[in-house]
């Protein structure tokens, strides 16, 4: 499992070597396609778990998003933070969580990344700098902007980046949190994994602007990139990360994507706010690891044969997830005691890293 690490990517931003398509080495766009594969893969597994009763409650697929989670997460430091919504098991392996304790938290065992308390929407990695999946839309706004200001009291160089959906925009807390991050200048990059649509409705019936220009009026700065496109989700990020590492101040992104099935596993693929058609041409015509595949088998940077095994190792990968999650006990009844508060010291504040203040 340990190449699924991104701590353990090639070296160098872009893959060190010889720069052969738009600045990308081969060796790390090969990396892209196998880390995409592998989130597809494992959410197609996934998805088969929940058919067949292993894993309950809600549960939300990434299956279509993959560029955005590998091109906004790949170009960040191992030391840096990442904070999402309840669409987060993709956004956790790219950061370094292991695949088999995320199969275990939605199988909500006692291997999961949280001890199969918090589920699907609660994957957490703290060690690696996962700071979670968070159920209430915009929930993890505010968060992202306390974890920006703590990096800056800490007088530190890490960013903190944080995802939120297109819907997310629409929450009281997106503005606050932009207003006072632009405000204090703090370290996080805001990016909306646009989708086009929240749990029932397209975007544009809800907003009278596009997602892009919905942090104009905060003084944070707004790009658009084509989110099934991870060669220029990675530029645009691996741009804006050494300015805000520099002190330059919160930066905003929308994402462009599509997701490529229903908004959690309780709704069809399509549900009755987009057609069949529309979800089909998308899948036809974006699908990030396609779009990906071909250019590189256009540039002669691919063969079918290395396509193949690619495929086979994240399927092992995925396999040997399950099979950890399947193994793992069920939490029992005293595991009910345990986190559920923090230990403090005698002046009643928390123990922070181990020292007494
Ligand atoms: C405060 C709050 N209101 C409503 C919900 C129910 N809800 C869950 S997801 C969702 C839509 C969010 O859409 P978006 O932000 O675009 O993210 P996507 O699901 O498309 O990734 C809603 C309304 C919730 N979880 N939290
Ligand atoms: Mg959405």
């Not at 010889?18 to 995409?36: I, P, V, Y």
């Not at 309840?86 to 938290?105: F, I, N, S």
């Not at 902007?145 to 980046?161: F, H, K, L, N, P």
């Amino acid at each position: 499992m340990a190449d699924t690490k991104t701590k353990e990517k090639k070296e160098g931003t872009r893959g060190g070597g010889k720069a052969e398509l738009d600045g990308f080495s081969r060796d790390m766009l090969h990396w892209f396609l196998k880390q995409m594969l592998l989130y597809r893969r494992f959410e197609e597994k996934a998805e088969e778990a929940y058919a067949i009763g292993k894993i309950g409650g809600f549960c939300h697929l990434h299956i279509g998003q993959e560029a955005v989670a590998q091109g906004v997460v790949g170009p960040l430091r191992p030391d840096d933070y990442v904070v999402t919504s309840y669409r987060d098991h993709t956004q956790a392996l790219a950061k370094g969580v292991d695949p088999g304790p995320v199969m275990a938290e939605l199988y909500g065992k006692k291997g999961g990344s949280v001890g199969g308390k918090g589920g699907s929407m609660h994957i957490f990695g703290v060690d690696v700098g996962f700071m979670g999946g968070h159920g209430i839309v915009g929930g993890q706004i505010p968060l992202a902007t306390g974890i920006g200001w703590a990096i800056q009291y800490r007088e530190s160089d890490q960013i903190c980046v944080c995802f939120l959906g297109d819907a997310a925009v629409n929450q009281g807390a997106f503005l606050e949190s932009l207003n006072m991050a632009a405000v204090w200048k703090l370290p996080v990059i805001y990016v909306v994994e646009n989708n086009e649509y929240g749990m029932g409705t397209a975007f544009k019936r809800v907003s009278a602007l596009p997602v892009v220009d919905r942090a104009k009026g905060t003084g944070v700065p707004g790009h658009a990139v084509d989110g099934q496109d991870v060669m220029a989700t990675w530029t645009l990020i691996e741009r804006l990360a050494s300015e805000v590492r520099k002190g330059g101040g919160p930066q905003y992104v929308d994402a462009r994507t599509y997701r490529f099935r229903g908004h959690s596993m309780s709704d069809p693929v399509s549900g009755t706010y987009r057609s069949k058609k529309e979800v089909e041409e998308k899948k036809e015509e974006a699908d990030p690891i396609t779009i990906l595949r071909d250019r590189l088998f256009e540039a002669k940077l691919l063969k079918q044969e290395e396509l193949e095994e690619m495929d086979q190792a994240v399927r092992v990968i995925v396999d040997e997830a399950a099979k950890f999650a399947d193994d793992s006990p069920l939490p029992t009844a005293d595991d009910l005691y345990t986190h559920t508060y923090k230990e403090i010291n005698e002046h009643g504040r928390l123990f922070l890293d181990g020292r007494d203040r």
